[in-house]
Structures are given as structure tokens and as C-alpha cells.
Nanobody, 124 residues
Framework: EVQLQASGGGLVQAGGSLRLSCAASGFTFDAYAIGWFRQAPGKEREGVSCISSSDGSTSYADSVKGRFTISSDNAKNTVYLQMNSLKPEDTAVYYC?????????????????WGQGTQVTVSS
């Protein structure tokens, strides 16, 4: 059974940091790309970042470049999203997802499996 378990969300003040984790199981981890998405209330889900588990290449949305860092621990089948300099507009439910193409494109339709979300709230 494919499972993606996101964790690490919480409440933080603007300027603070959080690290999200996405633990994966049930598929060949290093054959997939893992992406992070977020959805704020009343808004569409947007892609945040993605990493190829095979070669570690990454991509980021412009809104998070320079503040967020994605990384992968293939021994643990886990992807991390380090979020620094958080802003109130980063408030959203964050989801991780996996795509079998290994593509670094962070748009919904490329992704085969989704985890449940973790809430990130940034207060001003």
C-alpha cells in the first residue's frame, strides 16, 4: 500500500522556521520525484517544491525560492522541506505527493500519490 505521511506543521511567528517531513512507503522511492504543494483557504492548490529522489535535483516555486529548501534522505524514504523566513502568506495546508515520471514539474496532474496535509500557520 502506497503511503505518504506529512508531518511537522504548526504555528510559528513571521520570520520563523519550520521543517516538514514526508515519509514514504509502498513504492520504489528512488524512482520517483516527491513534491510539496500547499493550499490556503479559498485558494487553489499550488506547487511549492520538488526533488528527484534519483539524482537530488530540485525545483522551487518563485514565491519560496531562497527561503525554502527541499532535501531527501533515501535511506529513510523521507523528504524534508525546510522553511525559513516564513511569511503570513505561507499559511496553508501542505501536502506531499509522488510522481512516477521523475519529473520536477510541480503541477498536480503529474502526481500519482498524495499524502494527507499538515497545517502551517504563520502569524504576523
Amino acid at each position: 500500500e502506497v503511503q505518504l505521511q506529512a508531518s511537522g506543521g504548526g504555528l510559528v511567528q513571521a520570520g520563523g522556521s519550520l521543517r516538514l517531513s514526508c515519509a514514504a512507503s509502498g513504492f520504489t522511492f528512488d524512482a520517483y520525484a516527491i513534491g510539496w504543494f500547499r493550499q490556503a483557504p479559498g485558494k487553489e492548490r499550488e506547487g511549492v517544491s520538488c526533488i528527484s529522489s534519483s539524482d537530488g535535483s530540485t525545483s522551487y516555486a518563485d514565491s519560496v525560492k531562497g527561503r525554502f529548501t527541499i532535501s531527501s534522505d533515501n535511506a529513510k524514504n523521507t523528504v524534508y522541506l525546510q522553511m525559513n523566513s516564513l511569511k503570513p502568506e505561507d499559511t496553508a495546508v501542505y501536502y506531499c505527493a509522488a510522481n512516477s515520471h521523475g519529473s520536477l514539474v510541480i503541477t498536480d496532474e503529474y502526481y500519482d500519490y498524495w499524502g494527507q496535509g499538515t497545517q502551517v500557520t504563520v502569524s504576523s
